[in-house]
């Protein structure tokens, strides 16, 4: 069966840094695009940042600048590096994808790993 399992969330003071991972496995990870996405209290679900089959990126705005994805395929892992952050961006975050690269909505989530920023 499919599963996408999220690590490395916590709490961290504002102005910190995170790295966020979640490893595949049941897909074709190489055929996948990934992303990350969060949701906090009373709030949207909303796209943090996705990564193509190729390399590609795009990030919400709200996090360009402070926040990295990347992916590695032989290790099946897509990574999130969260740095200089807010504590807006408290939230729990989700792993999630889809097969190629024509952006759609997630065809598997996580679980989700909580992010709490204090100030």
């Known amino acids: 069966q499919v599963q996408l399992v999220e690590s490395g969330g916590g709490l961290v003071q504002a102005g910190g840094s995170l790295r966020l991972s979640c490893a595949a496995s049941?897909?074709?990870?190489?055929?996948?695009?990934m992303a990350w996405y969060r949701q906090a209290p009373g709030k949207q679900r909303e796209l943090v940042s996705r990564i193509t089959i190729g390399g590609n990126t795009n990030y919400a705005d709200s996090v360009k600048g402070r926040f990295t994805i990347s992916r590695d395929n032989a290790k099946n892992t897509v990574y999130l590096q969260m740095n200089s952050l807010k504590p807006e961006d408290s939230a729990v975050y989700y792993c999630?994808?889809?097969?190629?690269?024509?952006?759609?909505?997630?065809?598997?989530w996580g679980q989700g790993t909580q992010l709490t920023v204090s100030s």
């Open positions: 049941g897909i074709i990870f190489s055929i996948n695009t």
């Open positions: 999630a994808c889809h097969r190629w690269d024509r952006a759609r909505d997630p065809e598997y």
